[in-house]
């Protein structure tokens, strides 16, 4: 009798950008596979409207995962299949070529960002239908902010998206609830699913098994509507670890993987956002998520629109009482964009009491200068659209501005940390990947140092940030590693 509950060729821990892209790949490949995912499976009709209900369902800890320091950042992520994808804008870049030359000369992963790459990105844009936010359905928040830009000569887009046929129902951080955001969830796990890959859900993976040194498969603690029960999956080939850049780490390191870098050089892309009330109807219930942005590469940032549902943005209105009563009663003539800062922080991630984790983690003073920049241009776009008071959430100014001279003026001169409510979203490092065995965790291959047949493949495993939105930087590069992994098993498998 075998000592498993189940027996595959891999094990994938997490059904995210990373997990879902490599089930897409070996699934295709002719490999069987195992999806285990510690949060639930939720199809588009399950998506509740209301924020607060869908982030209890797909959100970790309701969104109240954050960093340990004196001013909590709250980082965001999924806990659903698909992963934070399930739960994000679908905003698509490649990865900026300048980060790509970056990571094959000082990191020797030329292998993961050369030409394997693009091809990875052609077939991903087609299949998850990339394009742009279309004018139909790019909505009040992202036509005013296009329009800023305009005024202000600034090199505005529209964004470019994975949601074929979307409706502008503003409700992609809730769930898409039409299935037109190609998030892994309606995209690459059924698909995975379809070619003979197992979903095993509401499973958290407690550790990968290693028999000396060689990665057989992983236990984890099933909690379901019939209660609680232990698992083992055996890995005839190996385990892919991309349960994120927060958790990835963490469970290696709950495995007895050791390296010096392991849950060291965390990053992120923080950001921050400014409310902005206009005489004209802007409805940020209607439209795409965010359909607009404003690269400013060489500053450091870059600005988008983001819309918010009618109780977060409610909750973002300054006053009290009847003054607070007028503004709410005026729900449709608001509008928000924000500023997402590539910082230079490192930070790390260690085991915790909070979900079981804590994030270190600060940003430099050059980086709140970054998120001082970018707000005072969010702040000038909005009064060049034509806002008649802006809200900049900047705790040492005024709650409300009436004017652009006056956010000049009371603008601190340099931003201290608790003067600015950050949040991220995207986050990097902590498995780090390069070709140097004292500089990465994982090599080249994305496989763990000092073990077989161990892969991370998940955002964990870049060695910088990027500056811009990272989904499709992760899939390009989990897409060539999966890609040369396969190989590497067929070659094996004819020898
Ligand atoms: C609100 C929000 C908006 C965003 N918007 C965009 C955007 O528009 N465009 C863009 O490019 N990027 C965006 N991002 C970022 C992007 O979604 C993430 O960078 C990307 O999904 C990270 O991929 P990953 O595979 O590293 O991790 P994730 O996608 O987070 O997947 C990790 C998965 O592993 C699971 N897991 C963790 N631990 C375990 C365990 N022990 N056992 C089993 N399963 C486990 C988690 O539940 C999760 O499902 C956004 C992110 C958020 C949160």
Redesign the pocket.
């Known amino acids: 009798m075998s000592r498993w509950d189940d027996e595959v060729d891999f094990v994938i ?7 879902a892209t490599a089930a897409r790949v070996l699934s295709e490949a002719g490999f069987s596979l195992a999806l ?4 639930r499976y939720l199809k588009p009709e399950d998506r509740p409207r209301e924020l607060v209900d869908a982030m209890a369902m797909a959100v ?1 800890g309701m969104a109240t995962l954050a960093t340990d320091s004196v001013v909590p950042m709250p980082l ?10 399930a ?7 490649r990865m900026p070529e300048d980060v790509r030359a970056e990571w094959a000369s000082r990191w020797g992963l030329t292998g993961l960002v050369g030409e394997a790459m693009d091809d990875a990105y052609a077939t991903i844009e087609d299949e998850l239908g990339v394009g742009p936010t279309e004018a139909p359905i790019a909505g009040g928040n992202n036509l005013l902010m296009a329009r800023a830009a305009t005024q202000l000569g600034l090199p505005g887009k529209v964004i470019q998206r994975n949601a074929r046929g979307c409706e502008g129902n503003g409700r992609c ?1 809730q769930g898409c609830p039409v299935g037109a955001r190609q998030s892994m969830e309606v995209s690459y796990v059924p698909r995975a699913i379809e070619r003979g890959a197992r979903l095993v859900t509401d ?4 550790r990968v098994l290693l028999e000396r040194g060689r990665a057989v498969g992983v236990r ?1 603690l099933v909690r379901d509507a019939s209660g609680s029960r232990r698992i083992e999956i055996g890995a005839r080939r190996g385990v892919i670890v ?4 927060i ?1 990835s780490p963490l ?1 290696l390191a709950r495995s007895g993987v050791r390296h010096p870098l392991l849950g060291e050089r965390f990053q992120a892309h923080p950001g921050a956002a400014i409310v902005g009330r206009f005489d004209e109807d802007v409805c940020m219930g209607f439209g795409a998520s ?1 359909g607009y942005e404003v690269p400013m590469r060489e500053r450091g940032y870059k600005l988008e629109a983001l819309s918010l549902p009618p109780d977060m943005l409610a909750a973002r209105l300054p006053g009290a009482g009847r003054d607070w009563q007028t503004r709410v009663g005026e729900l449709g003539r608001y509008a928000q964009w924000g500023g997402v800062v590539r910082m230079e922080a490192l930070g790390r991630v260690r085991a915790g009491l909070f979900d079981g984790v804590s994030v270190r983690y600060e940003p430099t003073r050059a980086d709140l200068a970054k998120v001082r920049d970018a707000l005072l241009l969010v702040g000038r776009m909005m009064f060049a659209a034509g806002a008649k008071e802006i809200y900049p959430g900047i705790a040492s100014m005024p709650e409300i501005v009436r004017s652009e001279a006056e956010l000049v003026e009371r603008m601190p001169i340099e931003l201290a940390r608790p003067d600015v409510h950050l949040v991220a ?3 990097f490092g902590t498995t780090c990947a390069s070709a140097d065995p004292s500089r990465g965790v994982v090599d080249e291959q994305l496989a763990v140092r000092g073990a077989r047949d161990l892969y991370v493949m ?3 495993v870049f060695p910088t940030n990027l500056g811009v ?4 930087s ?1 899939m390009g590069v989990v897409w060539a590693a999966s890609k040369a992994l396969a190989a590497r098993e067929h070659a094996r498998r004819a020898a």
């Open positions: 821990v997490g059904t995210g950008a990373g997990g285990v995912e510690e949060g970790r965001l992520q999924g806990k659903c299949v698909g992963g934070s994808t739960i994000n804008s679908g905003i698509v870049w951080l499973c958290h993976v407690e984890g991309a349960a994120s850049a958790f469970l965010q979203s995207h986050l998940d955002a964990s939105n990272p989904q499709h992760i």
